[in-house]
């Protein structure tokens, strides 16, 4: 049963920041790249960061470039999301999901397997 369970959610003061955590299990990990999106009320859902499993790669939504940054730890099977200088525009629902293709991994409907989602706050 594949699992992706996100936690690090929560209210957080312009210029904070908060650290997601993607917790994966019940499928083969090193197969699936790692990415973040976002749901914002009323809007599409959108990418945020992807990274290879093994983490030797990443790549960011133009939005969040410098000032978030996606990990891993294989040992944990967890993907990270630090947000820094976090703005009242990052406020949202974060989404971990899990991609076999590098390619058009902005496009949500190109994954496979999705968490729960973890609200965060961001207030002005």
């Known amino acids: 049963q594949v699992q992706l369970v996100e936690s690090g959610g929560g209210l957080v003061q312009a210029g904070g920041s908060l650290r997601l955590s993607c917790a994966a299990s019940?499928?083969?990990?090193?197969?699936?790249?790692m990415a973040w999106f976002r749901q914002a009320p009323g809007k599409e859902r959108e990418s945020v960061a992807i990274?290879?499993?093994?983490?030797?790669?990443?790549d960011y939504a133009d939005s969040v470039k410098g000032r978030f940054t996606i990990s891993t730890d294989n040992a944990k099977n967890t993907v990270y999301l630090q947000m820094n200088s976090l703005k009242p525009e990052d406020t949202a629902v974060y989404y971990c999901?899990?991609?076999?293709?590098?390619?058009?991994?902005?496009?949500?409907?190109?994954?496979?397997?999705w968490g729960q989602g973890t609200q965060v706050t961001v207030s002005s």
């Open positions: 019940g499928y083969s990990f090193s197969m699936y790249h």
């Open positions: 990274i290879t499993w093994s983490g030797g790669t990443a």
């Open positions: 999901a899990a991609i076999r293709s590098w390619a058009y991994w902005q496009t949500k409907e190109n994954y496979e397997y």
